[in-house]
């Protein structure tokens, strides 16, 4: 029997996670008919004249049907094993999106599937607007995502036991031994040509910055999950996140950080770069490549 205390730390499901599917190209889809029900549509006749409505706004937003709204046919079982078809129509989460906003909005669950496609519609449309970002930009803010993120594993360390600023300085190497293949900051330092005062997430690239984010997210995580203490642990858990993410470069076929070329500027030179740009409006903008190509020449 499951205790009351076991059932509240099972972690929630949102119903319409639960019903979302992948197909062999790993790209996420959700049934019409699994969504009817989810939203209470007894009548799947009825749930059609939605789906239509939500066709027609697809079309009016300027996106194609087509990549939204798929036809399909299914055998399924009708017992003594016989099986009819049936047909039905797979969606993407744009389409459920525009669904769940021409539902019966009476319906508590319609309310929450609004707020839930809404949320992950405009979650993936930053991804979206962050990979057209170009890297320079792309540079700018994932600097200072890492800035968050090491707040937040320092914090984290803290707990476990690492508290003076030699002991962070020592759980940050072994976190770069393990994502840099045994190289710790002062190599990485050296290796990228630095001077003494310079930092080095102020002369990484984006994909390197996401490498180190990605590494600092999966300690935190398992020093707060697993409850670690006490220094040496501590390390160990950060070598071993680190060289998890290394291991997945690898495996993919990518660039390890430590071969990854040095931008030429600096973190702050892109920031005081941005700031002009910000400050001189957005036709600056039309002219940055030339106004960069006309510096280099002189």
């Known amino acids: 029997m499951t205790s009351d205390n076991e059932e509240n730390d099972a972690p929630h499901l949102s119903p319409f996670e639960a019903i979302r599917q992948m197909n062999e190209d790993g790209i996420e889809f959700w049934s019409a008919r699994d969504l009817a029900k989810i939203l209470q549509y007894d009548n799947y006749r009825n749930f059609l004249k939605v789906v239509a409505k939500a066709r027609i706004a697809c079309e009016q937003s300027g996106q194609a049907i087509t990549d939204h709204f798929v036809g399909a ?72 995502q ?45 290796r990228k040509g630095l001077e003494e005062s310079q930092e080095i ?29 006490g220094k040496v642990k501590a390390n160990r858990t950060h070598t071993e996140m680190g060289r998890a993410v290394r291991e997945t470069i690898i495996k993919t076929g990518a660039t390890v950080p430590e071969d990854l070329p040095t931008p030429a500027k600096s973190i702050q030179q892109l920031e005081q770069k ?25």
Do not use: W
Request: aromatic share 8%.
């Open 274 to 298: 941005e700031r002009k740009r910000l400050k001189q409006g957005p036709q600056l903008a039309m002219f940055d490549e030339l106004e960069d190509s006309a510096n280099t020449e002189e």
């Open 146 to 190: 890492m800035s968050i993120y090491n707040s937040q594993l320092a914090e984290t360390a803290q707990n476990a036991g690492v508290i003076l600023p030699i002991d962070f300085a020592i759980f940050q190497d072994h976190g770069y031994i393990g994502l840099y293949g045994g190289l710790k900051a002062k190599d990485i330092h050296a």
């Open 201 to 229: 997430l102020d002369y990484m690239g984006s994909d390197e910055l996401a490498a180190n984010i990605f590494r600092a997210s999966l300690t935190k995580q398992k020093l707060e999950r697993e409850q670690i203490k």
């Open 73 to 144: 046919d299914e055998m399924v079982s009708i017992g003594s094993g016989a099986k009819r078809k049936i047909t039905d129509v797979y969606l993407s989460r744009y389409a459920c999106y525009l669904i769940v906003q021409n539902a019966n909005p009476e319906k508590l669950i319609v309310a929450l599937g609004q707020t839930y496609f809404a949320a992950q519609t405009r979650r993936q449309e930053l991804a979206d607007e962050l990979a057209a970002l170009p890297d320079d930009q792309l540079r700018l803010v994932r600097r200072s």
